[in-house]
Every structure is written in structure tokens, then in C-alpha cells.
């Protein structure tokens, strides 16, 4: 069964540093996310990605957050200069409908800021 | 904007006993309900989605749930559980419009031997 992968499983940077997570989709959806849980927080929405741009965003994702399809398969989460809060488990999703289809998502990625 | 409740932060019960994790949920607008599972040390898991239709919504692991609209409820049920079941369960909610979905904070099912 397709599924979305993530790396690093855990990266660990300094404050300050910019960091970029990496996802791999599932080969035929066409809409990607980006969420984050912050240790003992709920699960929240980052991002969403579609043709190319972004569709909705969330007042956390401020100018210190992009995202990128670099390529056919890849999708990226860029943060430009860390912050201790930023320590976090991002989790990447897609899908291939916007409304009723379900967001599969990826094991997460562990971001350590130190 | 829509929001979850999940009343239990922990849920211990028996192997092989019934449990139901509760879940309610606010909206001014038509949404899609879901119930996500998480296993220690892996992603999101979906179990289930209620998107419209019969109000009974069966999903994997022998999980099924029920919306009810007039009490805002999605409420999980599995008559009999298992060591495997051992995770944290997650509601959602989204916004028949919305790309993004929006989680409750989570119950943790223990499952005692």
C-alpha cells in the first residue's frame, strides 16, 4: 500500500539555523500539508499546498515558513531561522481531493531546537 | 470556525472488555468527522470518516463510530479490545469547505491484561 514517507525521522538543529524537512507524497495526490505537534499539544495545521501554491495557511505559518515542490515527487517545509518553539513533530499529508478525500499522513519528523 | 472536545485524556480498560472514546465537536457549517489513530513511535493512522450518509460508520480494527448531530458527538466504540489496541486516538474535524483539519488533544487507551 502507497504511503507517504518523511525524513529525517529526527533532526536536531541550533536556534537560529535553517532547517527543511522533506516529504514524499503518494504518487497520484495532488494536495499536500504540512502539520505540527508540539509535545503534549494537539496536532496542528500548518499549511496546505496545491497546483503549485499555497491554498490556506495557518496564522502559525508566518514568513519564517515555505514550502516547496521542488520536483515531481518531493515536498518541502522550509524554516528559515529556528526558534526553541519550533521544537516540534511535523507531520507531512496529502491527498487527492480537496474536500471529502482523506489526508494520508507520514510517520513525522522530530525537530529538536536547541 | 470549528473546534473538538475529547473528554478523556486516558481511557484504561480491561483486554477484551467494550471501551467508547468520546468525542464532541462545535461548527457553524456542514464539516467531515474523523477518528485518527497513532501508535507509539508512528504517524497518523485513519480509522474512520463520517463524510455524510448512515449516521453508524465502520472503520478498521473493528472500530465503528456514531454521529450525532443534535448532541455533537462522535463517539468511538469497539465491543472488545485488544493489546494491540494500545495507542492514542485522535477525533477531527473539518470544515466541508477547509483544507485543514482540526485534531482534539487526544485519548490515550491503556489496555490492562
Redesign the interface.
Known sequence: EPEVTQTPSHQVTQMGQEVILRCVPISNHLYFYWYRQILGQKVEFLVSFYNNEISEKSEIFDDQFSVERPDGSNFTLKIRSTKLEDSAMYFCASGTLKATDTQYFGPGTRLTVL | AQSVTQLDSQVPVFEEAPVELRCNYSSSVSV?L?W?VQYPN?????LL?Y?SGSTLVKGINGFEAEFNKSQTSFHLRKPSVHISDTAEY?C?VKG???????????TRLHILP
Not at chain 2, 508512528?42 to 485513519?46: N, Y
Open positions: 467531515y474523523f485518527y508512528q504517524g497518523l493512522q485513519l470518516k463524510l485522535f477531527a466541508a469547505r477547509d483544507d485543514k483539519i482540526i485534531f482534539g488533544k487526544g
